[in-house]
């Protein structure tokens, strides 16, 4: 069983920089893959990706965010970040940490919401402009 723990969430202007933590509970943190997911104002359904980091220490960005977000991670810490730098008001979301725990994906992120089998509860970023 994994817990996830998202904060740093808030309301910044456009242009500003945020920087998102996500506390992982669980013996398996350093071997599993971590994920960045966003779900929109209007959009009840509809999660997005953003950025994912494997067991391995590869990343994968959307291309909404590649060269603004940066997603990282500290086992000692069990603790995955997204540094979101530039925001616009399109990045307006309730952010999601996420954690897939299948061995098998160690070396690749992934970015599919289907692969990751944890979540947390969302912190919410908003983007005035």
């Known amino acids: 069983q994994v817990q996830l723990v998202e904060s740093g969430g808030g309301l910044v202007q456009a242009g500003d920089s945020l920087r998102l933590s996500c506390a992982a509970s669980g013996r398996t943190f350093s071997s599993s893959g971590m994920g960045w997911f966003r779900q929109g104002p209007g959009k009840e359904r509809e999660r997005e990706f953003v950025?994912?980091?494997?067991?391995?220490?590869?990343?994968t960005y959307a291309d909404s965010v590649k060269g603004r977000f940066t997603i990282s991670r500290d086992n000692a810490k069990n603790t995955v970040y997204l540094q979101m730098n530039s925001l616009k008001p399109g990045d307006t979301a309730v952010y999601y940490c996420?954690?897939?725990?299948?061995?098998?994906?160690?070396?690749?992120?992934?970015?599919?919401?289907?692969?990751?089998?944890?979540w947390g509860q969302g912190t919410q970023v908003t983007v005035s402009s």
């Open positions: 950025a994912g980091i494997s067991g391995s220490g590869r990343t």
């Open positions: 996420a954690a897939n725990v299948d061995p098998r994906n160690w070396y690749l992120p992934q970015a599919e919401e289907h692969e990751y089998d944890y």
